[in-house]
């Protein structure tokens, strides 16, 4: 049992060993400086850092909250009808089902205002619209089978009479070809103005799992059906009458409406969701999205073409062509919810303490080199170690003057700064 | 030579010292107390940061990632046909061209449930619809070239016999009016329930390189020609019956079919990258996108009006005009890539390890108000320099307790906390 | 008032107890090692952070950036036309309004290719298609009012000659049935590679309010009626052939056109605000998106059926049922803006700075365990306390070796790995 007492008494040893290695608890031997200067230094500096994080950091950026970017799903309908009677046309009635394009309602839609209307089109021949590259004298300028990449169809090799005077290439084309210069100078859909568009908007935010409406849950159904958006006596209503959306971006649509455009209707969902704030709410504003610069700028406005297709009582496939020009409405939603995040604050939480943490270098700083006494706290301070006696004798230079960050506070400040910033602070001291 | 060789020393020396002054390492004098309390309490707090550190920050919310966001395109092709025979219309057969709008197959889809049909409307005149607003007794009631928005054109200035009984103003539209209230009260085309829908879905998360597609790569062609998107048997197979989709999303088909609405086929591509996760693979749900709550509401539902144009065999245009109530499915990609990368990770080091530094604040601060022996302890780590007598006293006072964060833990724990915190550390010591 | 001076005695010195407990600074004391070894150790491992935080951090990832994400509006236009002479159809003519679906030219067009056309529909009866489940000998093999999923109609009960050959059941449908098989081997519009689209882009982004195009400022409209995109001569240039996409994304154009595809046209508009760098400009790349592998797959290609509708004389509503292949294009434009931010500047600062505060634990590690003179470093460095005694001894041990993080450092180095570590330091120094 001897043996095994000692072996015990062993184990005990390394044991205690063991547990002083792992729980002795070691801590740096600090030095109480009673000077209210170099106190008020750290005090002040502790509380910029503190501003900053509270102020810039918590209150400004909200740098705590954890994103999210929205998922939209938007409906638009469009309300109003007009009646034409030009001399270039026929006098015509046009509602929903013949201005919108396309019909069924996304985040982008097209409202007709001005177009050049080419109907009764057959598979067939006919002269080129006279420009230089396709006037001819007779069929030898014409050559078979050519096609133009700026004209309008296959060459068959016959120079026909496009009109009395001037002559010109044949082409197997969609006929009578469209001449697209004799657009109407105003909009043949000059009332589209006046039409209004119901836009429902919904979203999602994924992460947070918050879905919302642009019809606010305050607002009901008889206000609904007669309301219109206004920046400021109705704010909230979903529907926007064309003509409000173009002036409030900047533009005027009688402009507009002649050679088309883009219009934006921009909803910010921009959101916070922390129960304190809850704010959620959407924003709209308009602006134009294409370049209305001619000099940089090719298809200026915006139109397209598409075509009606019919059949003769013989069979026969036929169309009308229309070159549509208008506006083309995009909504687009946007938007980024915050919400308080326990990754985001660490974060940030841990980058403000280091900064807290380079307080005590500046107070240092300030200590060892501008104050009176330097000398005397840095001899307490600081010791240096004489390897050769083995013994410590106090600090005697001034280029030893703090811990941890030196090399950094170094090649930011250089030394020739001593008495700018010394001074400086004498300066708040004395104030 | 000597003024060289004083010029050498002198050189030498400056260098040495500008050696001393360059790598001269400055390290805090420390002190080891030998008490298991108080390193229980630096183990016990540092356990807990680095549990945070490892658990949380890097287990669940992966924030060591860097995130990248979902692009997406999305293919969509509906099959099924139905054969109508209703009361109210010519039996009818309906195949994909006739339902689908549009027909490409783009991320939104429109599937014709119920309709109001008007056929053989021309550009004509005819009386309004019957409602108080619109009914006369004669030619004066009806203000010519007058257009009230919620009527249906403009009036020519007579009035017309509506129905043996009634009265209205007449007006220029396309004529005969449509009479949307005969809405079918159950859906046209009630047999859409079994319609099926094929969607492909490729993704693209650009900063990572990373392309996906939903058909994964398991699967094979002959398991797609028969599968059906079921959540527990077939997980994986992109074909789904739209009466599943829209009973997943909570709904009753037959009650969405009559008036409408939006039905959100959501992927969640939600991916984790690592090559120790490695985990990227589609996520389905569904949600009704639209609002049926009728109190806070405004044309309820999902509707659209096309129109089919046609010629009659003496050139007159007319066309037949299509109210169509139908589902519109919007697939919604959403989804955010997360791989390892250092920036994050550096970050949130830096964030864990400045809270490790913390750890001594709160030892030091249990060791010198809570601890029996701290005013022995205080004595030996705290010195307070008498400036006036040129020498350190050991510390005699309780209010300096520590080093860095004084200023903030101050601000967070009043003193009056005091006996609470050390008391509870008493009991988890003695426990 | 002897009362009232002890009181403002007793005040004033509360009043500077206070003073001296917020104001009194506390130092930690300092030890000078003039050891040009542990010195090294010191310098090195705070460059090779600083190397990191500048060079990786700042340079590489900008990790000082605020981002934001891109908002975009999209315009395309194709442009060009075609005629086809094939023995399968009539000779026809080919222009933008007749190839373009949807003709509005959002962000995704399609361009047809190839098709099958099913002219002369009408709502009748026809026998089905041949296959095995729908060819019958008599009519008890055809069931009434069954409709096959995989079929084309619903069964009248009657089993009908299909040729003189065959039998199958009748359906009603829409008939003639299309033939789907009957697909051209060389795809139809084979000169669509020759048609080209221009793009137009517009793109915000909103946290910065910064709107760009895709045609520059200095590209005028001259160069812009003649000009086509070529990576190297002309990569500004919005207008693209579609043969050049498809080859640039790794595809024959021809072999694309026969069954169709899905092209990705990837617009990235990643911008770098900072006035310093300024760079803000359209990369374009193309990718084909769907999947051509066809042991994985269904549907391969991209196709999708619509219809013409017409009206007999009588009033008969016919169809032209078109099935289409062609090309899809998808204009994906993405992006990531960044500009310097405090808060990312801060929290990023802040990490590196915290890792420059490890430094001197790495420092002490070296120097309390790889040097020569580690024990006269240590007996100077760390007292331990007897708190028995209530004297401070020098440590004589070397398990303490350093202050905050042990605990970290210890489970990253075990102690076995110290003499690897302290040859490598004794390496680098004697190098």
Redesign the interface.
Known sequence: TGVCGAAMTKTAGCCQGC??????????????????R???V??FT?FLV?L?VVG??CVV?K?YQETD?V?S?V?T?V???A?TNTSDAD???W????YV??????D?F?VLTNMVVTPQQT?SRCPELPNPSTSCVDDCDCIEGY?D?RG???LTGLCENYSTTVKTCEV???CPLEIDTKLPEHALLAAAE?F?V?I?N?ITY?KFNVHR?N?L?H???SY??RCEFNRTTDPDCPIFRLKHIVSEAGEEFQDMAVKGG?L?I?I?WSCDLDWWARKCNPQYSFRR???KN??????PG?N??????????DGEE??T?IKAYGI?F?V?V?GTAGKFG??PT???????????????VV??WV?LTCMG?RD??KK????????VA?T?TV?DKL??F???????IFSIFPFSSRLFFCQTADKIHSF
């Not at 509602?95 to 013949?98: E, I, Q, R, Y």
């Not at 307490?380 to 390897?387: F, G, M, S």
């Open positions: 547990l002083h290695y792992v729980f002795d608890y070691e801590t740096p031997k600090t030095l109480v400086i009673p000077s209210i170099v106190g008020f750290f005090r502790q503190v900053y810039y950091v950026q740098a970017s998922l799903t409906t309908k309300k109003g009808f009646f006098p015509r009635f509602d929903v089902a013949d394009v396309p019909p069924q309602g996304g982008s097209f598979q096609s990449p309008n169809g296959i197997i084309s969609w006046n209004t119901l429902k919904s994924p409406r019809i849950p607002i009901n159904s609904l059906k883009i934006g921009i910010d999205l294409d370049n001619p000099a940089n700028n090719v298809a915006f397209f073409r598409f075509a009606k297709y019919y059949k003769t009582p036929t169309r062509l083309r995009d687009v946007h326990i990754v660490v974060v940030n939480l841990g980058a403000a303490l280091t900064f807290l943490s380079l307080v005590p107070a240092d200590m006494k005397l706290y307490h301070k600081i010791t240096h170690l004489n390897e083995d410590e600090s280029n030893v703090t811990r941890d960050y030196q090399g950094l």
